[in-house]
């Protein structure tokens, strides 16, 4: 393992200062917005605006890459995020921070990809799944770190601000100083959604669903625990613990979906996710350690949806269209999590803070019934033909971009199907 990482041991360096910055940058968004008097609609939008920046980055931000080359465009991408960060301290002011956001999730993309290319290009056949594995890895760490930052310092003053603007600033040197060749020009990304559809209609739906549900859910849930009465260092523990229970049950739920038919996997774990979030509705619980407790479990059944949901729609595609396959899925997660904040601010505000859980729990009942009702006009693939979800490493959320499933060990060695 060591012999496969010191080469890339500088990248991946600067990978854990980058998501470091944006796990505190997106937790403390909406703790600071919440404490700022901000409606429940613009805090939605924070997550919609910075979605929709992501979403254009990842079509974008490869041909701004050609023409100027990897290292300027990751300087420049890395000095932008910077000085947002530091402006959204210095401007508090709602249009402001929206402008800003979306600006910073469409240069969060462009450093992601170049970031992936370049640990692509370092990698070999045998080590590319260990470099696979410790990237999650070090992505879930960073921000888990970050948001456990909002827990220790003061959110009213503007030292957390400085203190993300000095995490992507040491985000950039790593690459910047590196004396490695520049990798392959990034590919172009494409969206076929018809051909989405027509290879796995419950992975299309599911994924579309999961990300309004996760969109609302990762946007809010930080303005709905506030509302709730959590002091900020509960809130960024709450989100942390969320995090970590998606990761440990990824490893029980892939197995299972591995020996039987994924989309009732998919189903039940959509149901006990919309049952968590039925029970935060109905009894709008104020006591800080029953709430944990449901969101813990929440978590947990939602955030193993994506990778389960993805391991169906490659059961019926080629090997060769892996990448193709899962990086359409991923623009289709995209824009969900352009869709949920934007839905669950108005949403919050209309019926109170628990009612952010109403939203979640349509869009995962939504996936129960359509996984059923396809269960039955569609054969469940054979055990053996299926894509094996355990022997390649997942991340608890969607991989940050389609760059990143280059990385895969099921993606093409020659890295042509992309």
Same mark, same amino acid.
């Given at each position: 393992?060591?012999?496969?990482?010191?080469?890339?041991?500088?990248?991946?360096?600067?990978?854990?200062?980058?998501?470091?910055?944006?796990?505190? @940058?997106?937790?403390?968004?909406?703790?600071?917005?919440?404490?700022?008097?901000?409606?429940?609609?613009?805090?939605?939008?924070?997550?919609?605006?910075?979605?929709?920046?992501?979403?254009?980055?990842?079509?974008?931000?490869? &041909?701004?890459?050609?023409? &100027?080359?990897?290292?300027?465009?990751?300087?420049?991408?890395?000095?932008?995020?910077?000085?947002?960060?530091?402006?959204?301290?210095?401007?508090?002011?709602?249009?402001?921070?929206?402008?800003?956001?979306?600006?910073?999730?469409?240069?969060?993309?462009?450093?992601?990809?170049?970031?992936?290319?370049?640990?692509?290009?370092?990698?070999?056949?045998?080590?590319?799944?260990?470099?696979?594995?410790?990237?999650? =890895?070090?992505?879930?760490?960073?921000?888990?770190?970050?948001?456990?930052?909002?827990?220790?310092?003061?959110?009213?003053?503007?030292?957390?601000?400085? &203190?993300?603007?000095?995490?992507?600033?040491?985000?950039?040197?790593?690459?910047?100083?590196?004396?490695?060749?520049?990798?392959?020009?990034?590919?172009?990304?494409?969206?076929?959604?018809?051909?989405?559809?027509?290879?796995?209609?419950?992975?299309?739906?599911?994924?579309?669903?999961?990300?309004?549900?996760?969109?609302?859910?990762? +946007?809010?849930?930080?303005?709905?625990?506030? @509302?709730?009465?959590?002091? @900020?260092?509960?809130?960024?523990?709450?989100?942390?613990?969320?995090?970590?229970?998606?990761?440990?049950? @990824?490893?029980?739920?892939?197995?299972?979906?591995?020996?039987?038919?994924?989309?009732?996997?998919?189903?039940?774990?959509?149901?006990?996710?919309?049952?968590?979030?039925?029970?935060?509705?109905?009894?709008?619980?104020?006591?800080?350690?029953?709430?944990?407790?449901?969101?813990?479990?929440?978590?947990?059944?939602?955030?193993?949806?994506?990778?389960?949901?993805?391991?169906?729609?490659?059961?019926?595609? =080629?090997?060769?269209?892996?990448?193709?396959?899962?990086?359409?899925?991923?623009?289709?997660?995209?824009?969900?999590?352009?869709?949920?904040?934007?839905?669950?601010?108005?949403?919050?505000?209309?019926?109170?803070?628990?009612?952010?859980?109403?939203? +979640?729990?349509?869009?995962?009942?939504?996936?129960?019934?359509? =996984?059923?009702?396809?269960?039955?006009?569609?054969?469940?693939?054979?055990?053996?033909?299926?894509?094996?979800?355990?022997?390649?490493? +997942?991340? +608890?959320?969607?991989?940050?971009?389609?760059?990143?499933?280059?990385?895969?060990?099921?993606?093409? =060695?020659?890295?042509?199907?992309?």
């Amino acid at each position: 393992m060591p012999r496969n990482i010191l080469p890339v041991l500088s990248l991946l360096l600067g990978t854990l200062f980058l998501f470091l910055g944006n796990g505190l @940058q997106g937790l403390l968004l909406p703790v600071r917005g919440t404490m700022e008097g901000y409606s429940n609609e613009v805090l939605g939008l924070l997550g919609t605006t910075w979605a929709g920046g992501f979403v254009a980055g990842c079509f974008v931000a490869p &041909i701004l890459v050609r023409r &100027i080359g990897h290292v300027r465009a990751f300087s420049g991408f890395g000095a932008i995020i910077c000085l947002n960060v530091l402006l959204t301290g210095i401007v508090v002011n709602d249009v402001a921070w929206l402008t800003l956001r979306a600006v910073t999730g469409f240069c969060t993309a462009g450093t992601s990809m170049i970031i992936e290319s370049w640990l692509n290009e370092r990698a070999t056949n045998e080590s590319r799944g260990a470099i696979f594995s410790f990237y999650i =890895a070090i992505t879930l760490l960073g921000v888990v770190g970050g948001q456990l930052l909002v827990g220790v310092i003061d959110v009213s003053t503007p030292i957390l601000f400085m &203190i993300c603007g000095i995490l992507y600033c040491i985000a950039i040197l790593p690459t910047t100083l590196s004396t490695a060749a520049s990798p392959q020009p990034l590919k172009r990304v494409s969206l076929d959604l018809p051909g989405l559809y027509r290879n796995s209609p419950v992975s299309f739906v599911g994924i579309l669903m999961i990300g309004i549900a996760n969109g609302a859910y990762g +946007t809010l849930v930080a303005v709905f625990a506030a @509302q709730a009465g959590m002091h @900020q260092g509960t809130i960024a523990v709450m989100v942390s613990i969320t995090i970590f229970a998606g990761a440990i049950m @990824q490893f029980p739920a892939g197995r299972l979906s591995d020996r039987m038919d994924r989309r009732y996997v998919l189903a039940a774990l959509s149901a006990l996710s919309a049952i968590a979030a039925v029970l935060l509705v109905l009894f709008e619980p104020m006591n800080v350690y029953v709430i944990i407790v449901l969101v813990a479990v929440y978590g947990a059944a939602a955030n193993a949806l994506y990778p389960i949901a993805v391991a169906h729609a490659n059961d019926f595609a =080629a090997p060769e269209d892996f990448v193709k396959i899962s990086g359409g899925l991923l623009l289709l997660f995209g824009i969900g999590t352009i869709i949920g904040p934007t839905i669950g601010g108005p949403v919050m505000t209309h019926f109170g803070a628990h009612a952010l859980f109403a939203v +979640t729990a349509v869009a995962h009942v939504a996936v129960v019934v359509h =996984a059923i009702l396809r269960s039955r006009i569609r054969p469940a693939i054979a055990t053996a033909d299926k894509d094996n979800y355990t022997t390649a490493p +997942t991340a +608890t959320a969607p991989l940050a971009t389609p760059e990143s499933l280059m990385l895969d060990p099921r993606a093409p =060695a020659d890295g042509e199907a992309r």
